[in-house]
């Protein structure tokens, strides 16, 4: 990778930085070779990775060192660009959205400071993984559950600051947050919530403020530096079952929404439910050329040979319910009641009992894994992909609106369709998975062509996306155009005011310091 | 466990021969527990390199892990048996291999950064898994 210097940064004022910060973490956690820039770019970046290039990295230990470092980064005018684990693929990875920003690697600060089975919390540093959580509480038998995203290689906190979700009760992982230690782009440090008062009991329990809260300013955020937060967990349930719908036609997604978003709203069904497309199961089956061997989108009508050659549904529903058997079963009657309204044939059942094995995937149980990824092999090559994330009302009518738009606009692009709705209670989460070969530069260009498309039609029409990539974080945050972005207007005013050296995470999420605003052309796709 | 977890990866490979198409997969095995990190300075040389693969690379590359998944089409396609898709169970691999696929990446694989293995964790690691040769 190129080495990219930050703005108005000289080479010997860029050099004499990061010999400031190796003083504070030891120079072999300053990390400025041409393999490390390599390392923290985007490795799924849609076109050359050096789009977004960091500069360097610089992996702190410890508060104090993050403290340390981030009052460097304002003497030296070095912005820096906070990472949990680095891990947020398909959404740019650990590159930094302005070029020549320092990557803050919080990865070595991962300790499990502490796990309450009794409250079922636990309160970590950002580097601790989904995998680090879940063996820490395999190897304590400790009565308690994690939520996992579909990428599980990552950090805990890291999704849930992205506002990343999963597929159990405690799938809307942001919502688990409770109390946060940041350091301030100052390099001052604020306890948020309970935490505010010393040696309260309560940081990590009751999930508001004396007065405003403001936890969630610290998600999606170029505001602190998250450095540990508290994070509520579901206690382990005595039983769990699996109720495994297919649904046959594409328009049935209308129904099962309609059925399946009161009952999650009135708390029968507890778990977020996923739903993908067909195509969700096929890329376990093979790659894309062993089922069709032309360019452009799979037709139609291969579509539905492929469907029925492989007794697939077009979308599948596998719900689970958790807690004491009879009150499963109590709930189960009531799901296969309102699916039989619908649809003739039952689901397939599986129960679970505690003390029974899980599978290594079980991304609903709550098992950590990254094999889920295994669907960017599809198309082969580097396995790049996006995600087009919108989120809608979870009726019919919004569902089907949003399906019908986006399935034209990405068939209009002779790209494959692979939607999920993800049904969180009142809204949904409409994920489509773009998926391109990086090195093949028409798939490139056809895919931002595509994605640029499909955040504007969907805007027109009144939604909005929860998380983007790099690229486009500029072009959502336009979106959001109430009152002449009276919200972009707001995060920059609070921006410029905490940070107004502008080092922290410029342009993340589209909010620019004033002193870095000149930058915010480049890097946007 | 090993033989459970070799049984696995040959039952998957038998449904799955490169540029054919899989039946339902297979059961998953059950989740595979890492090893914990062995003490000590990640700076240091010399700690324990399985230990060091199973923690950092385990991942992806402990049964039913992403990359072990991909590789059994990988190896099935270069005429190697499936169990060898589990990179412990591999007698080709050099140590100067590991490094550059370590930090360069492949395929899907991405390059890893040196908080993800220390210089001397990779050192270590290289070792444990170059070690048929």
Same mark, same amino acid.
Request: charged content about 15%; hydrophobic content about 40%.
């Given at each position: 990778m190129k080495l990219v210097l930050p703005p108005r940064v000289g080479p010997k004022a860029f050099d004499a930085a990061l010999t400031a910060f190796a003083g504070v973490v030891g120079k072999e956690w300053v990390m400025a070779g041409d393999a490390d820039r390599d390392a923290y770019s985007d490795i799924y970046a849609p076109g050359p990775a050096d789009q977004w290039p960091a500069s360097a990295a610089v992996a702190p230990g410890s508060v104090e060192e993050v403290q340390a470092i981030v009052r460097l980064a304002n003497q030296?005018?070095?912005?820096?660009?906070?990472?949990?684990r680095g891990k947020n693929l398909g959404y740019g990875t650990a590159a930094p959205r302005m070029a020549g920003s320092v990557v803050l690697d919080l990865g070595r600060m991962n300790r499990i400071i502490d796990i309450d089975a009794?409250?079922?919390?636990?309160?970590?540093?950002?580097?601790?993984?989904?995998?680090d959580l879940y063996e820490a509480v395999q190897r304590e038998k400790l009565p308690l559950w994690l939520s996992v995203p579909g990428n599980a290689w990552g950090s805990v906190l890291g999704n849930a600051f992205e506002?990343?979700?999963?597929?159990?009760?405690?799938?809307?992982?942001?919502?688990?947050?409770?109390?946060?230690?940041?350091?301030?782009?100052?390099?001052?440090?604020v306890r948020t919530g309970m935490g505010a008062m010393s040696g309260n009991h309560a940081w990590h329990l009751h999930p508001m403020s004396f007065g405003p809260t403001f936890d969630l300013a610290f998600t999606q955020s170029s505001l602190g530096v998250v450095t540990r937060a508290g994070l509520w967990m579901q206690p382990a349930p005595a039983a769990s079952l699996e109720l495994v719908f297919d649904i046959p036609n594409e328009d049935d997604i209308g129904w099962v929404i309609d059925t399946i978003a009161p009952l999650k709203i009135a708390g029968t069904i507890d778990q977020n439910v996923f739903v993908p497309s067909w195509l969700g199961k096929m890329v376990l089956k093979g790659?894309?050329?062993?089922?069709?061997?032309?360019?452009?989108?799979?037709?139609?009508?291969?579509?539905?040979?492929?469907?029925?050659?492989?007794?697939?549904?077009?979308?599948?529903?596998?719900?689970?319910l958790y807690g004491e058997e009879p009150v499963i079963r109590a709930k189960a009657d009531v799901v296969r009641a309102a699916m039989a309204r619908h649809l003739s044939a039952p689901p397939a059942e599986h129960w679970w009992h505690a003390g029974d094995p899980m599978n290594a995937m079980d991304t609903t149980m709550g098992v950590p894994s990254a094999a889920p990824l295994q669907m960017s092999d599809w198309v082969g090559g580097r396995g790049a992909h996006m995600g087009f994330s919108?989120?809608?009302?979870?009726?019919?009518?919004?569902v089907m609106g949003q399906l019908k738009r986006s399935r034209a606009i990405i068939a209009a692009h002779d790209v494959d369709f692979y939607a999920s709705f993800t049904i969180g209670g009142r809204f949904a989460t409409n994920i489509n998975m773009l998926m391109y070969d990086r090195d093949k530069p028409d798939q490139v260009a056809n895919m931002k062509r595509l994605f640029s498309a499909l955040i504007g039609e969907t805007a027109k029409a009144g939604y909005g996306e929860y998380r983007t990539h790099l690229g486009w974080m500029d072009t959502v945050m336009d979106t959001y155009d109430f009152n002449n972005h009276a919200l972009r207007r707001l995060n920059e005013k609070i921006k410029?005011?905490?940070?107004?050296?502008?080092?922290?995470?410029?342009?993340?999420?589209?909010?620019?310091?004033?002193?870095?605003r000149d930058q915010a052309k480049a890097g946007r796709v | 466990m090993k033989h459970s977890i070799a049984r696995w990866a040959l039952g998957a490979a038998l449904l799955a021969p490169a540029a054919q198409v899989l039946a339902d997969p297979p059961p998953?095995?059950?989740?595979?527990? $890492?090893?914990? !990190?062995? +003490? &000590?300075?990640r700076l240091s040389p010399g700690r324990d390199g399985k230990a060091l693969f199973e923690n950092h690379c385990g991942y992806c590359h402990l049964a039913a892990g992403m990359g072990?998944?991909?590789?059994?089409?990988? $190896?099935?396609? !270069?005429? +190697? &048996?499936p169990a060898t898709a589990l990179l412990a169970n591999r007698d080709d691999l050099t140590a100067a291999y590991v490094h550059a696929v370590v930090r360069m990446g492949k395929g899907a694989m991405p390059p890893q950064t040196r908080v993800d293995a220390t210089d001397s964790e990779l050192d270590s690691v290289a070792a444990y898994l170059g070690r048929g040769k």
């Open positions: 030296h005018t070095i912005p820096l660009w906070p990472v949990s009794r409250l079922a919390t636990c309160v970590l540093e950002p580097g601790v993984s989904f995998f506002h990343g979700i999963g597929y159990t009760p405690y799938g809307l992982h942001a919502r688990n947050l409770c109390g946060f230690e940041v350091v301030l782009p100052d390099g001052d440090l790659q894309r050329h062993d089922f069709w061997d032309k360019p452009g989108a799979i037709p139609e009508w291969r579509v539905k040979e492929l469907l029925a050659q492989y007794k697939l549904g077009y979308w599948q529903v596998a719900l689970r919108p989120v809608v009302p979870a009726t019919a009518e919004h410029d005011a905490l940070d107004p050296n502008g080092i922290l995470a410029p342009g993340k999420q589209g909010v620019w310091p004033s002193a870095m | 998953l095995p059950p989740y595979q527990m $890492r090893a914990p !990190a062995p +003490a &000590g300075n072990t998944n991909l590789l059994v089409k990988q $190896r099935l396609a !270069a005429g +190697a &048996g």
